[in-house]
């Protein structure tokens, strides 16, 4: 086993939700869309699997010029991953060299943790004014990467844009900002693009669009830093399928409009009830809340009881989390079952 590497040899895998194919269970654990994606991003999906013989188009130049339209930047200046996740990994790997730093602040989507000790960073975690503000000042200390989740992950919060101005104006490198859940908050920072060499935005199609399984992401950076990045790409990193099943929903302009709707009335929905049980619910922006018992204890019961229910929720050890779940928002339906476990269960 000396053949491994010391760091991937002393690393923790990443641990993801659990996954559940039954269409019974109520499946809120992993932020996925409960909705269903655009119907032409299946009909492409099923018009592109004629095609599997042949390598996909390895830049999937179709789907960048696609989001270029949607999202107003040049697709000289995106990046296609096969998921987000695909798009920090060659971030990670491009910019960070063995013994660098990269920070964010705590708590955070935890995979950032699983791809620095992968390229042997050292990553630092801030805490957070308060419950969830950026600091006035930062301690970067050398960070070659910045990583912000925004809306942040696992609490919702949603900064305002003077703060992640100051992040981006005072870092020592580079600011990804992981617009994962945007399109819930209504709040983007893909227009400061142009104004801020060191920003590099990050979008999914596996939340707000209802393709999670297809594996689609994007990466928003300024070119020489996507010429750098495109040399680590995997070079058929997007098949066939998930460059056909991402184009489609992008030219679907009112499926894109009604998208985040029935997520947002169902998070407002949620709140109310939850905290007149005296719970405390933090204000989400995304497709989730987290909810903070009064113990440990009374958490892992609820996650647990509720599992065995069949409404599936996350359930966090890490520092000061312990004493939380995190329930990502479902249908009309999956809230009205959830709601109803819940409260038997309190009672
Ligand atoms: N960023 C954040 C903040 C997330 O919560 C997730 C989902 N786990 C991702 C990125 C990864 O999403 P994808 O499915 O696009 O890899």
Redesign the pocket.
């Known amino acids: 086993m000396d053949v491994v590497r010391t760091c991937i040899r002393k690393m923790s895998a990443y641990i993801?939700g659990d996954a559940a194919d039954d269409p019974k269970v109520v499946k809120l654990n992993?932020?996925e869309s409960r909705f269903p994606p655009s119907p032409r991003a299946i009909r492409a999906i099923e018009a592109a699997a004629s095609g599997l013989a042949l390598y996909p188009e390895s830049t999937s130049r179709a789907l960048r010029e696609a989001a270029a339209k949607v999202y107003s930047v040049p697709a000289s200046r995106i990046m296609a991953?096969?998921?987000?996740?695909?798009?920090?990994r060659i971030l990670f790997q491009c910019c960070c060299d063995p013994g660098d730093r990269a920070m964010a602040f705590y708590p955070?989507?935890s995979?950032y943790a699983t791809l620095a000790d992968m390229y042997d960073v050292d990553y630092r975690l801030g805490d957070f004014a308060g419950d969830s503000a950026i600091p006035d000042t930062v301690q970067f200390d050398a960070a070659t990467l910045v990583v912000l989740?925004h809306p942040?992950?696992?609490t919702g919060a949603v900064f305002p844009e003077r703060d992640v101005r100051r992040l981006l104006e005072t870092a020592p490198g580079l600011v990804v900002v992981?617009e994962?859940?945007a399109d819930f908050s209504g709040q983007t920072v893909l227009p400061l693009l142009d104004e801020y060499e060191n920003l590099v935005v990050?979008?999914?199609?596996?939340?707000s669009y209802g393709l999670?399984g297809l594996?689609?992401?994007l990466g928003f950076a300024r070119e020489e830093l996507l010429a750098e990045m495109e040399k680590v790409r995997d070079f058929y990193n997007l098949d066939r399928l998930a460059q056909a099943g991402a184009v489609a929903p992008l030219a679907d302009n009112v499926w894109v409009r009604r998208r985040p709707g029935g997520v947002v009335a169902g998070r407002g929905a949620a709140l109310p009830p939850l905290r007149e049980l005296g719970l405390t619910v933090y204000p989400s922006g995304a497709n989730f809340i987290l909810v903070r018992f009064r113990d440990e204890a009374e958490a892992k019961r609820i996650f647990e009881s509720l599992r065995s229910r069949g409404v599936l929720v996350r359930y966090f050890t890490g520092r000061g989390l312990a004493d939380c779940i995190r329930v990502s928002i479902g249908t009309e339906t999956d809230m009205v079952v959830f709601q109803n476990e819940f409260e038997a269960l309190l009672e």
Not at 82 to 87: A, E, F
Not at 202 to 207: A, E, L
């Open positions: 993801p992993q932020n991953g096969n998921g987000s996740d695909d798009i920090l955070s989507y995979y989740p942040n992950a696992p992981d994962a859940y990050v979008r999914t199609f596996s939340k999670a594996r689609v992401g």
